[in-house]
């Protein structure tokens, strides 16, 4: 099956910016629908944004304005841009198919926003 590896974590300023990418080990253009995710510390893990196999994008509400999610069905890759970052968005981030598949969970990407 499938596995995903998430990347482009980091620690940033309140007002930055961060672009995560996803990249899977096999093909993703038989999933439908990929998203991105975020456990922030204490909280459970929720959905942040969901792109279909041809391109509808969908965003969770703190998300909205903010993110931009991408989806490269040749390369394999979902990517995050993330804006106007605050601390709040602290967290790790995965992507999974969503719904989610307990089985494809990666490691995650640690985003920190602080001063």
């Known amino acids: 099956q499938v596995q995903f590896v998430e990347s482009g974590g980091g620690l940033v300023q309140p007002g930055g910016s961060l672009r995560l990418s996803c990249a899977a080990s096999?093909?993703?253009?038989?999933?439908?629908?990929m998203g991105w995710y975020r456990q922030a510390p204490g909280k459970q893990r929720e959905l942040v944004a969901t792109?279909?196999?041809?391109?509808?994008?969908n965003y969770e509400d703190p998300a909205k304005g903010r993110f931009i999610i991408f989806r490269d069905n040749a390369k394999n890759t979902v990517d995050l841009q993330m804006n106007s970052l605050n601390p709040e968005d602290t967290a790790v981030y995965y992507c999974?198919?969503?719904?989610?598949?307990?089985?494809?969970w990666g490691q995650g990407t640690q985003v920190t926003v602080s001063s």
């Open positions: 999974n198919q969503q719904p989610a598949r307990d089985s494809l």
């Open positions: 096999g093909s993703i253009s038989s999933i439908y629908t």
């Open positions: 792109i279909t196999r041809i391109g509808v994008r």
